[in-house]
């Protein structure tokens, strides 16, 4: 049975207006993203990439065109609608990981299943189950600043994970990590796609994605320069400087 689409976006535009001048920064994008396909979306600076994934994610409108997740289109919705579709269909992961700091790594988990309705206990042993998925299960009381970018990376996707989206969308996710913590958070995202068949989308620079990555769109200036699927890629990118083999 082929795979329905999860994200489908018609002749996606953004206009932001520099002044009195307009600034094109999406220029008619057609993309379909199928359940459970880990999708990496590459490209230089200021080709559009973050803004792409704001309007996948809802964070931001279009200045024309359509954005359908899981067929609804996303302009129909109300705020409360869109709310609730961002609280329990995708999970956020930043690459600042935006973490609350006053908080425990178990209660940053906890906090979008109290605001999805679970109860206190429900939220507490979900999460603990979560932390303990992505190796945290020693951590759970520990604040961010008592952990390393990479433990509060994982602390992200446990949280981007608690209510069990359809789509997790990761915003440069090994941005602030080293050679190593990065491969590590990326071969976590993969288990979990792997795992839970969810569709992961990554706006990233990393050519260390492209070796988990089931498709990658290359984006310039605002349009799609092309979409490569994961065998025909050629960049090797198994041994990166710095890395040792074996």
């Known amino acids: 049975m082929p795979k329905e ?3 489908r976006t018609i002749g996606v535009k953004k206009n ?6 307009p600034l094109h920064v999406l220029k008619g994008i057609d993309i379909e993203i199928l359940k459970g396909e880990y999708i990496s979306i590459m490209g230089p600076s200021g080709s559009g990439k973050t803004t792409l994934f704001n309007m996948i994610g809802g964070l931001d409108k279009p200045s024309e065109g359509k954005v359908y997740i899981d067929e609804v289109d996303i302009a ?3 705020a409360y609608e869109l709310a609730w579709l961002r609280c329990r269909k ?11 700091p006053v908080m425990t790594a178990l209660e940053n988990v906890m906090l979008p299943m109290i605001f999805a309705g679970l109860t206190t206990d429900e939220s507490r042993e979900k999460a603990k189950t979560l932390l303990e998925t992505v190796g945290l299960g020693q951590r759970l009381h520990h604040k961010p600043f008592e952990l390393s970018g990479g433990q509060q990376q994982r602390v992200a996707i446990a949280r981007a994970l608690a209510n069990d989206p359809a789509i997790i969308l990761a915003d440069e996710p090994t941005g602030n990590l080293d050679l190593k913590t990065g491969k590590e958070i990326i071969n976590l995202l993969r288990e979990m796609n792997k795992e839970k068949s969810v569709s992961i989308i990554t706006a990233t620079h990393d050519l260390k ?3 988990v990555s089931d498709r990658v769109i290359w984006l310039r200036d605002g349009t799609i320069e092309r979409v490569e699927d994961r065998e025909n890629i ?3 990118v198994g041994e990166v400087d710095g890395e040792e083999a074996g």
Do not use: C, E, H, P
Not at 16 to 21: D, P, R
């Open 5 to 7: 689409a999860i994200v």
């Open 16 to 21: 932001f207006m520099l002044g009195k001048v």
């Open 76 to 78: 129909q919705l109300d």
């Open 90 to 100: 995708i999970g956020y992961i930043f690459q600042s990981f935006n973490l609350i």
């Open 209 to 211: 994605m492209l070796d």
């Open 234 to 236: 050629n960049i090797r």
